[in-house]
């Protein structure tokens, strides 16, 4: 069994995957940057549960 030439379509739809790879990389590495830096900012990270907290009141409202 001789070994086939690659097609030239073969090469372009490589080209296209290895982009479509890098540009899935670059996404995960900027969630995961942000990521690390919105937890290691301390900042309280608090979720929309629909529970009133009363330190999200206003000052007066809360005397």
């Known amino acids: ?3 086939r030439v690659g ?4 090469k372009r739809r490589k ?5 479509v790879g890098l540009v899935l990389v670059a996404f995960v590495v900027i969630v995961f940057g942000l990521t ?3 937890v290691t900012n301390g900042d309280p990270m608090q979720g929309f549960d629909h529970v009133t907290r009363p330190e999200m009141q206003p000052a007066e409202a809360a005397q």
Do not use: D, S, T
């Open 15 to 19: 080209g296209r995957n290895i982009g």
């Open 36 to 38: 690390v830096v919105k």
């Open 1 to 3: 069994m001789a070994i």
């Open 7 to 10: 097609h030239e379509l073969h």
